[in-house]
């Protein structure tokens, strides 16, 4: 998959797309997270956050079957797979970790929590340790994805799928949820038990399908059992599947806004005010796990390279998981910029448009500087593939 003649090239379209797509979501952050806590100025914020910052959400699902798609089952022995690896994923984190540790807050608080887990100032930085436990498992499952049929993988799917609707079962089941408040000061909802759960027991029935093992099948499932379709049936499935998705997702999101600001903004609180408000749309819900497919449907339409792809879809593909580990450095100063410089809110320059405009301005700014300076560090002799992978 290294050799260029061989790439799958919706693959490269995907994890460009994605990457944007993480900076869209960064971008929209400081409309619900305000200052020390959760604050959203308006009812039109309100709206552009839930459109804006659904809309991108299917983005780290979509790493997930990337990887997948073109690692799993694995072509090489687990050593050779692990080595490879550690070094395309572990020494650019490991760099990139320093960085935001000397960067932000105080360096010698951030290099003691690095001992237990990332920075929380660097909070992106999680998506590495859950890529590296979804590695951990594909020399285990790889055997039985060399020999699974297309039945026996649905009904897997189908179980994985279940499990993104258990927020709801839950919710239905035990209604609001007392928080629990953890190290990081953001509370999580205690979740209500359901199959095999209790007070001494999280391992319940589902809990091995959970998560984003189901990303990985999905990689597995595309690859081997869904063929070329024509763009009719494409956009049949990819539209509705994409719709309803961000439909669930943007409906829970209004909704817990709706209810704290009962009816009246500034709506504002602590930090894990916002944590709750995004529920909805987290990565092993059932919206997203909608639109995650619609987009696989999409990108597999594409088949031919061409010279855009060549000259900058590429470079960019190759660049994305070092675009991924900076990014928030430029975005952070270019989302303060424009912030200061158009205005916040209908107040802003452009009125109800401004928080729209700064959110999408700052994901393609954020993008195309943090893609240019990682493909130019990229290319620096010896050191440019350990600081970018």
């Not at 609707?165 to 928080?179: H, K, L, N």
Request: net charge positive.
């Amino acid at each position: 998959m290294n050799n260029d003649k061989t790439r799958e090239v919706w693959v490269d379209w995907l994890r460009v797309t994605a990457c944007f797509l993480v900076m869209m979501t960064h971008s929209a952050e400081p409309f619900y997270l305000g200052g020390e806590g959760s604050l959203i100025l308006t009812r039109s914020d309100a709206l552009w956050v839930s459109i804006l910052n659904v809309v991108p959400r299917a983005c780290v699902a979509l790493f997930v079957v990337a990887s997948s798609y073109l690692q799993f089952p694995l072509h090489y022995s687990t050593g050779e797979f692990f080595r490879r690896r550690a070094g395309r994923i572990l020494i650019p984190f490991a760099f990139w970790s320093v960085v935001y540790a000397l960067v932000w807050g105080s360096p010698v608080q951030n290099f003691k929590d690095l001992l237990l887990n990332f920075n929380y100032a660097a909070g992106h930085l999680w998506f590495v340790y859950m890529l590296v436990g979804v590695y951990l498992l594909m020399p285990l499952l790889s055997p039985w994805a060399e020999k699974v049929g297309k039945r026996e993988l649905q009904v897997y799917l189908a179980f994985c799928l279940f499990t993104t609707v258990i927020p709801f079962i839950r919710q239905w089941a035990g209604g609001p949820a007392p928080v629990i408040y953890g190290p990081s000061g953001i509370p999580n909802a205690a979740k209500y038990p359901l199959w095999g759960e209790a007070s001494w027991n999280t391992y319940g029935l589902f809990y091995y399908l959970s998560g984003f093992i189901g990303y990985l099948l999905l990689g597995l499932y595309f690859r081997r059992f869904v063929g070329d379709q024509s763009w009719k049936k494409t956009l049949g499935l990819a539209a509705p599947l994409f719709l309803v998705g961000a439909g669930i997702c943007t409906a829970g999101f209004l909704t817990r806004v709706q209810a704290d600001a009962a009816g009246v903004f500034p709506v504002e609180g602590p930090v894990g005010l916002a944590a709750l408000w995004e529920g909805p749309w987290l990565n092993d819900t059932f919206g997203v796990a909608l639109m995650t497919v619609a987009w696989l449907l999409l990108f597999r339409k594409i088949k031919t390279p061409g010279r855009f792809y060549g000259a900058v879809l590429l470079p960019l593909s190759k660049a994305s998981y070092g675009m991924y580990l900076s990014h928030m450095l430029v975005l952070g100063l270019l989302s303060d910029w424009l912030r200061s410089a158009l205005g916040i809110g209908t107040e802003g320059l452009l009125g109800v448009w401004t928080t729209p405009v700064q959110i999408l301005a700052t994901a393609l700014l954020s993008f195309s500087l943090t893609g240019l300076l990682c493909i130019l560090v990229q290319k620096v002799p010896r050191l440019g593939k350990w600081i970018i992978g």
